[in-house]
């Protein structure tokens, strides 16, 4: 699964090294720069390649949300490519995130967004 992952206020380089250290060498996830993908025109998203294990959507959205409280942002916005989506406040309970996480495995996520 490929998704992409932006914000406007976080560069994708600093996004990029926060969410490494996030995931601490999760070998089911890959990050990368949308510039190392041609297939990918915005200079500003970093592409995570994620596994078929269950558990690193989970990890990776929950890593997300994580930085994106350090950096006092305020809402992660998650789009499915039928065009759904899920917003929610970075201020969720634990409890709230992880119904989150549930509903985010049902959507064919290809975007996260933090604002």
Do not use: F, W
């Given at each position: 699964m490929e998704?992409?992952?932006?914000?406007?206020?976080?560069?994708?380089?600093?996004?990029?090294?926060?969410?490494?250290a996030e995931l601490e060498n999760n070998e089911d996830i890959e990050l990368k720069t949308t510039s190392d993908n041609i297939r990918l025109r915005s200079p500003e998203m970093l592409l995570a390649l994620i596994?078929?294990?269950g558990g690193a959507l989970?990890?990776?959205?929950?890593g997300l949300f994580d930085i994106a409280k350090?950096?006092?942002e305020k809402k992660i916005i998650i789009r499915g490519k039928s065009g759904r989506?899920?917003?929610a406040p970075v201020s969720i309970s634990k409890l709230e995130l992880e119904g989150l996480v549930d509903a985010a495995?049902?959507?064919?996520?290809?975007?996260?967004e933090i604002y």
């Open positions: 998704i992409l992952i932006g914000s406007s206020n976080i560069s994708t380089e600093d996004l990029k090294a926060c969410l490494e596994g078929l294990a989970g990890i990776l959205i929950k350090a950096r006092c989506t899920i917003e495995k049902k959507l064919d996520i290809d975007k996260i």
